[in-house]
């Protein structure tokens, strides 16, 4: 009870009169708007509280704040809603970007955005953005700062695949980065979305984000998928996808080098051969083990041969193969012949001076090998290719030399890895080439004028 309550009582009582009301019903208690600020309240100027007056101690006695829908000092906008994207956020800031359209919870009615965009979520709610992106760009979204809770990002194609996710980074701000994410760069082109949700069904007041359409190169990000020529841009999205400086549409080969950028043959580092005439595969030839060579020549064996790509090799042609590495897989040119069979690689080398070299390789299975028309090595075991495994001496002449290898398979795996060393190390100074002369060079020839390039050509 107030001391005012209290004094009345005690008059009436020594007046003798009877029958009083309690004190809680005659006394009138200290309120909101009698100017006076009682505990509970935050101001009170009486007859000056007010609803609408910018700064004014609102009639419930609190002091004015965001939230009141009085655009008070300090404020920039005041819409009397916890929320934003409806261009005033939380802290009464105006919203600068595009405001979320409800419905957009799915990426097909998600709202149009480039730049930046405002939105808030509340528990459950799914807020999508899209954005028209080029054929081969990207596509990236950064929630700004403060972010008062972490949103979970997903990335949607024109199709609605799902197909790459953000997260928050060490400021707790969500980013899907396609540095980070493959799905993100590189994509088809058209109306892609990105889908914001709220991590453990917390509540976002209002948040801002940042949609763009980045170009990957412009970016660094790195390739996704099948990348022929190692420049970092995806075959899918490369106008030169074998490098060679031809674009693929006036590309004989357009996934073979045989360009004006293609470099001149030559061994590895390793000493590896990596430029093969091939020619097969062969069956049917008898043998006195299992995975020794036949002695049926297919082919002209002996002698040094003088043959290029598009000639006659048994019932079928030399053609060309360029490998990225010395390893020579034969199963996805030859894999459905039926076992046993027999495949013939053949290279001219080009020797500065006269010496002494070892031909040094690895077979699956056995394997013949002629050097400059002389049988040279001569294997007879079933084993995969292990490299270096099998090794004889060569004389190199000066000038061109010609190396000839037949290989038999008995099933399974099927291939071979050459290299030449000279003394031991790596003979990277001979000069390999695919015709007798040391003429060839991987260009655009078409020899039998099917618009295919030799280097690509099956029939050449």
């Not at 100027?45 to 009085?70: E, W, Y």
């Not at 596509?139 to 194609?157: R, W």
């Not at 100074?429 to 003429?439: E, K």
């Amino acid at each position: 009870m107030s001391p005012l309550g209290w004094f009345l009582l005690a008059c009436t009582e020594e007046a003798g009169d009877t029958a009083l009301p309690s004190p809680s019903a005659t006394a009138a208690p200290f309120s909101c708007g009698d100017g006076v600020i009682d505990s509970d309240e935050e101001c009170d100027d009486s007859a000056a509280n007010s609803d609408a007056v910018a700064g004014a101690c609102r009639t419930n006695c609190l002091l004015a704040a965001c939230g009141d829908a009085v655009v008070d000092p300090g404020e920039e906008c005041d819409d009397g809603g916890p929320f934003g994207g409806d261009g005033c956020n939380g802290a009464c800031i105006v919203e600068v970007g595009t405001p979320e359209v409800e419905p957009n919870d799915t990426w097909v009615n998600a709202t149009p955005l480039i730049g930046a965009g405002n939105g808030a979520l509340i528990a459950g709610d799914v807020d999508c953005w899209s954005i028209e992106a080029p054929v081969c760009g990207a596509v990236e979204l950064v929630e700004s700062a403060p972010c008062s809770a972490s949103l979970s990002l997903t990335l949607h194609s024109p199709g609605g695949l799902m197909l790459a996710s953000g997260a928050p980074d060490a400021a707790g701000c969500s980013h899907l980065d396609p540095l980070a994410a493959p799905g993100a760069r590189w994509v088809e082109g058209g109306v892609w979305a990105v889908c914001a949700s709220v991590i453990n069904g917390a509540v976002v007041p209002d948040y801002t984000v940042g949609l763009s359409s980045p170009d990957p190169l412009a970016i660094g990000a790195p390739s996704s998928g099948d990348d022929g020529d190692g420049d970092n841009i995806p075959d899918t999205c490369d106008a030169d996808r074998d490098g060679d400086g031809l674009d693929n549409a006036a590309d004989n080969c357009p996934d073979l080098s045989n360009g004006p950028l293609t470099p001149a043959p030559a061994l590895t580092s390793d000493g590896y051969i990596t430029t093969w005439l091939a020619a097969g595969p062969f069956t049917g030839g008898a043998t006195t083990e299992e995975c020794r060579p036949s002695e049926f020549a297919f082919v002209g064996e002996d002698g040094p041969l003088t043959v290029g790509a598009g000639e006659p090799a048994g019932d079928t042609f030399w053609t060309i193969t360029l490998l990225s590495s010395g390893y020579y897989d034969f199963l996805p040119s030859y894999g459905w012949a039926t076992p046993s069979r027999e495949s013939y690689t053949l290279v001219y080398l080009q020797s500065a001076d006269a010496r002494t070299l070892t031909l040094s390789l690895g077979a699956d299975d056995g394997v013949f090998v002629w050097w400059n028309g002389a049988h040279v090595l001569d294997v007879g075991s079933c084993q995969g290719v292990n490299a270096d495994q099998f090794q004889v001496d060569v004389a190199a002449v000066a000038g061109w030399n010609t190396l000839l290898v037949k290989v038999r398979d008995w099933g399974g795996g099927w291939g071979q890895a050459v290299r030449i060393l000279d003394a031991g190390a790596p003979a990277t100074s001979l000069v390999p080439s695919l015709s007798p002369s040391g003429a060839w060079v991987p260009d655009q020839s078409d020899g039998d004028g099917d618009g295919v390039g030799d280097v690509c050509d099956s029939t050449p």
